[in-house]
T-cell receptor, first 116, second 113 residues
Framework: GAGVSQSPSNKVTEKGKDVELRCDPI?????LYWYRQSLGQGLEFLIY????????KSGLPSDRFSAERTGGSVSTLTIQRTQQEDSAVYLC??????????????FGPGTRLLVL | AQKITQTQPGMFVQEKEAVTLDCTYD???????LFWYKQPSSGEMIFLIY??????QNATEGRYSLNFQKARKSANLVISASQLGDSAMYFC??????????FGTGTSLTVIP
């Protein structure tokens, strides 16, 4: 399939450890988004990459969170010194970013992060 | 400030009946897009329907339609002839300039046989 893929699908870590979450967008999609979904909550925007422009990091909750996108394709979200409140599902989405308002995002299956 | 509001945390509907899921939004931008997504228990987010702020007619996609009332800033999703497979979380989202999406807290829909 040519959908958005994320890895790992599940991650259990200990408080204080660093974790890396990976997102592989749909080929040709220049826009990439990271969201966090806590249990029973909506999606919280984290960061947005658009082509070669500087990313919109306005949603990152603290400086423990960072993300990069290499070669305009794969993205990695890194959480340093994880805390229990970081436990959530981390969703990645991509879109063509053609400029059309009706352009939707396509979501990956998410990474379920549990911090013990 | 909350940009997307979904006031119904949970809804029940009888199979084959229609159901309306509410969504109100807040923006001063003249150009925006409104989206509805379905999230089944498996977790994937599925795009359902789109409504543009300049669209004159309400959007329809099969059994889904969007009741767009611009003056009231509401974009309610109507699902006709509910099916058991419609049981899921439903999220309303708004896309503003800058391509950032804002999501509501969702409505959990349960279809009763």
């Amino acid at each position: 399939g040519a959908g958005v893929s994320q890895s790992p699908s599940n991650k259990v870590t200990e408080k204080g450890k660093d974790v890396e979450l990976r997102c592989d967008p749909i080929s040709g999609h220049t826009a990439l988004y990271w969201y966090r979904q806590s249990l029973g909550q909506g999606l919280e925007f984290l960061i947005y990459f658009q082509g070669n422009s500087a990313p919109d990091k306005s949603g990152l909750p603290s400086d423990r969170f960072s993300a990069e996108r290499t070669g305009g394709s794969v993205s990695t979200l890194t959480i340093q010194r994880t805390q229990q409140e970081d436990s959530a599902v981390y969703l990645c989405a991509s879109s063509l970013d053609s400029g059309a308002r009706r352009e939707t995002q396509y979501f990956g299956p998410g990474t379920r992060l549990l911090v013990l | 400030a909350q940009k997307i509001t979904q006031t119904q945390p949970g809804m029940f509907v009888q199979e084959k009946e229609a159901v309306t899921l509410d969504c109100t939004y807040d923006t001063s931008d003249p150009s925006y897009g409104l989206f509805w997504y379905k999230q089944p228990s498996s977790g994937e987010m599925i795009f359902l329907i789109y409504q543009g702020s300049y669209d004159q007619q309400n959007a329809t996609e099969g059994r889904y339609s969007l009741n767009f009332q611009k003056a009231r800033k509401s974009a309610n999703l109507v699902i006709s002839a509910s099916q058991l497979g419609d049981s899921a979380m439903y999220f309303c989202a708004m896309r503003r300039r800058g391509n950032q999406f804002y999501f509501g807290t969702g409505t959990s829909l349960t279809v009763i046989p």
